[in-house]
């Protein structure tokens, strides 16, 4: 088992603070971008029940509607999967005589 020294520990423990500082970042991002998403849905939705649904179906309106809610179901799972908490053994954990970062995936 080899060892680091402590100044590489100490790079690493800082790398992976930022890390997770960023991964936060991009979650509470994600989860705004949703809430502007969902406020647009519901402030155009008249005028989409009035120009897609009523109106002729067409490839542009299939396109429309696909687009529409296809991203809006990804970003639901994508905002859903991103603030899941995760179990024991899957957290990275670190050792603290190496500082060696182990992920226990199973």
């Not at 680091?4 to 992976?16: C, D, F, N, R, V």
């Not at 067409?58 to 994508?78: A, G, H, N, P």
């Not at 603030?83 to 226990?104: D, L």
């Amino acid at each position: 088992m080899s060892t680091i020294s402590p100044a590489a520990a100490a790079a690493q423990e800082a790398a992976l603070l930022q890390l997770i500082k960023d991964s936060q970042t991009t979650n509470y991002l994600a989860a705004g971008g949703l809430t502007l998403l969902i406020i647009e849905h519901i402030s155009t939705f008249n005028k989409e029940l009035e120009y897609v649904w009523k109106g002729p179906l067409s490839l542009w309106s299939v396109l429309y509607v696909w687009t529409r809610y296809f991203t809006l179901i990804c970003l639901v799972m994508d905002v859903s999967f991103m603030f899941r908490p995760m179990k024991n053994s899957q957290m990275p954990t670190i050792h603290s005589g190496t500082a060696t970062i182990c992920m226990n995936m199973k």
